[in-house]
């Protein structure tokens, strides 16, 4: 929506010309709708909600953040909410109904037409980011035996309420999923022409138990914009379509990052995440990095003796834990990355780790010589110290970048998120690793 007609729309709710504001509404996009009402005060957004039409409310209602949407439900009257419940696909109910209190969501429940509250049932019985709860039940289902004319006729009549029309689905009287056709090839087809003779049979479905990060996976691979989900017994229960997809994508997008900085997943966008919730996220990470950095502090001090007679090697400590923990990083990102996408499988980890000792190699030599360039002509630090250094160098990146492709390997292959083991727990792995290197090189170059 353009800066525009975002003043005109204020202007409109501020000087209370309030059909006016309902006729510009009613003629603008769901989305852009929902974006005006998330800028407004709590008083006005519900205000602008309830002069929406009803059959517009339920699908600006539908892209409003969920705090929006519980502010909203919980200031209607129960018949009011109902409505608006009804109204929504299954499974964008489903998903409001898992974030509200319970005695809220027994009311809705309570007022919704059957149909409705079977259909949320359903969906809310699944385990959490699983296929089966991020559905929608909305979809056409045809039979074998129907002639085209007939299953027209179906679309005209359930349309309106499905998730898509694009691709209808063919069931058999167990309601196994046998076909899929799509509407285009209906509209082409003639009118006594039977389904089952003009059906795709080769059809690819999702497991209801099927973790969304994986359903995800399957968009991508076979480029669909909706998939049919069965159930253990092929039976067809839902669809899932890609406007969902790019949903969880975020979603799972967002939560990576987070664990790769070392952050608590949250649900909440950052501006509706208070000061004690975005603390009680960040804490539990800090306290064990800073407990296991606790470490590094200790071989520091095993090694005073020898740091107290070349006090020059002091100054480069924190070069060397950089430098690591920065190869170390740039290692497990990478590799992390193509443990998501199912580029790298554990067959593949010889190879990686062999890909990852090269690389380690060019990197550390080329550091060193540009390492050891300056220490000899700026720093004048003498051959011993420069060849100590960048030895540890060497050494340094080499560990960082072994730890960082098997640590995320390792973490997957015993069932963890690969984006747990990234940059601060590596980090602090490669900077224990890196001291006891240098040290035991010093010891050796050195003689201390």
């Not at 109910?93 to 809705?108: H, I, S, T």
């Not at 479905?205 to 996976?217: K, L, P």
């Not at 098997?406 to 984006?419: N, S, W």
Request: hydrophobic residues 50%.
């Amino acid at each position: 929506m353009e800066k525009k007609e975002m003043q005109e729309l204020q202007e409109l709710l501020e000087t209370k010309q309030y059909t006016r504001l309902r006729q510009f509404l009613a003629e603008l996009n769901e989305a852009d709708i929902a974006g005006f009402m998330e800028e407004l005060a709590e008083e006005e957004m519900l205000k602008v909600f309830r002069i929406l039409p009803k059959d517009l409310a339920a699908d600006v209602f539908s892209y409003l953040e969920v705090d929006s949407q519980q502010l909203i439900i919980t200031s209607l009257s129960e018949k009011e909410a109902a409505n608006v419940i009804d109204n929504l696909m299954a499974d964008d109910a489903a998903d409001l109904l898992e974030e509200m209190p319970a005695n809220v969501v027994d009311k809705l429940l309570e007022n919704a037409r059957p149909d409705t509250r079977q259909a949320i049932n359903h969906l809310l019985r699944y385990p959490e980011d699983s296929a089966g709860s991020i559905m929608t039940v909305e979809y056409v289902a045809l039979k074998e035996n129907f002639t085209v004319r007939e299953a027209i006729e179906k679309i005209r009549t359930v349309g309106l309420d499905s998730e898509t029309i694009n691709i209808c689905y063919v069931l058999d009287a167990k309601r196994q999923l046998v076909g899929t056709v799509a509407l285009r090839y209906l509209l082409l087809s003639r009118e006594d022409e039977v389904i089952g003779d003009i059906m795709h049979e080769n059809v690819i479905s999702i497991n209801t138990q099927m973790d969304q990060e994986q359903v995800a996976a399957q968009f991508k691979k076979y480029d669909f914009t909706a998939m049919p989900v069965v159930d253990n017994e092929d039976r067809m229960v839902g669809i899932i379509t890609v406007d969902d997809i790019v949903d969880i994508m975020e979603e799972e997008t967002t939560e990576d990052m987070e664990k790769m900085a070392a952050i608590v997943p949250s649900d909440k966008p950052y501006m509706r995440t208070s000061v004690w919730e975005t603390y009680r996220k960040r804490i539990p990470w800090l306290l064990l990095l800073m407990v296991s950095a606790t470490f590094t502090g200790a071989i520091i001090g095993s090694f005073e003796k020898a740091l107290s007679v070349y006090t020059a090697l002091t100054v480069f400590i924190p070069m060397l834990m950089d430098t690591g923990g920065n190869a170390g990083g740039q290692a497990s990102v990478t590799i992390i990355r193509g443990l998501s996408l199912g580029e790298i499988e554990y067959r593949d980890v010889p190879r990686v780790i062999w890909k990852e000792i090269r690389v380690a190699v060019l990197c550390g030599l080329t550091l060193a010589a540009a390492n050891f360039a300056k220490l000899m002509i700026f720093d004048r630090v003498g051959f011993a110290v420069s060849l100590t250094v960048c030895l540890t160098l060497v050494a340094a990146v080499l560990m960082a970048m072994l730890v960082g492709c098997l640590l995320p390997v390792g973490a997957k292959r015993l069932g963890f998120d690969p984006a747990v083991m990234a940059s601060p727990f590596i980090t602090t792995i490669v900077d224990a690793l890196s001291l006891l290197v240098y040290f035991r090189v010093a010891t050796m170059v050195l003689g201390i």
